[in-house]
């Protein structure tokens, strides 16, 4: 397999000349991992800095065979939603009153709302399989750069996209924190914490256009 070349918006990055290259030759040493090797990057090629407005942490991808899409809480064209995306689009729909969105999240990626999953592979039926294999960064230094760059939005589901986002710059941006919307603790205080039509009010003030969340 080649290795994946980053996506050009985000080749600057420290990481991709100095620890890319060993990542890539762990990964290609051990298959059966997914999402397929050109979907790495796919939350970075659909949404590069300059269009980032929102950023929503995932932890890694699904590993259930197949249902991999480099965009964290994304599901495959066509296929129904479950667990934590289906809490989230029950949330979509409460929130902002419209119909929600099929479980391909592609129209959020196209309109700024970066699906960043903290850890970008994962051992085919192994959830965090990958966690501390040189993912961790990679991610930090997105989140680096996007908060010293230009106000965004940071949509932070669970302690763990908290706890990574401790540290960022806050001035300026909008942060919107609440459990995390898996099965298990939705209830506890995601269901109802409306963070769709927070962005939107935030971005409007800011004077950028508002994420149709429906697409």
């Not at 290795?3 to 600057?12: F, G, I, L, Q």
């Not at 399989?129 to 939005?153: C, D, F, M, N, Y």
Request: proline content about 12%.
């Amino acid at each position: 397999m080649n290795r994946p070349e980053p996506p050009a918006a985000w080749a600057h990055l420290p990481f991709f000349a100095t620890q890319w290259p060993a990542l890539w030759d762990r990964l290609a040493a051990n298959p059966g991992w997914q999402p397929a090797p050109e979907a790495i990057f796919r939350a970075l090629a659909l949404t590069p800095p300059d269009a980032a407005r929102v950023v929503i942490l995932g932890q890694d991808p699904y590993h259930t065979p197949g249902r991999a899409t480099g965009l964290a809480f994304g599901f495959p064209p066509g296929t129904p939603p479950r667990d934590s995306l289906r809490n989230i689009l029950t949330e979509v729909a409460t929130d902002t009153g419209h119909v929600a969105p099929s479980a391909d999240l592609t129209g959020w990626a196209r309109q700024g709302v970066l699906l960043l999953n903290t850890v970008l592979t994962v051992p085919v039926g192994q959830a965090n399989g990958h966690k501390g294999w040189g993912w961790e960064p990679l991610v930090a230094q997105i989140l680096s750069h996007l908060a010293t760059t230009a106000p965004r939005a940071f949509l932070l589901w669970g302690a763990p996209a908290q706890k990574l986002c401790a540290k960022l710059p806050r001035d300026g941006h909008l942060f919107v924190e609440s459990p995390h919307p898996s099965p298990l603790a939705a209830y506890r205080g995601f269901f109802g914490s409306r963070p769709f039509s927070a962005t939107n009010r935030w971005l409007a003030a800011q004077g950028l256009s508002e994420i149709d969340w429906s697409a």
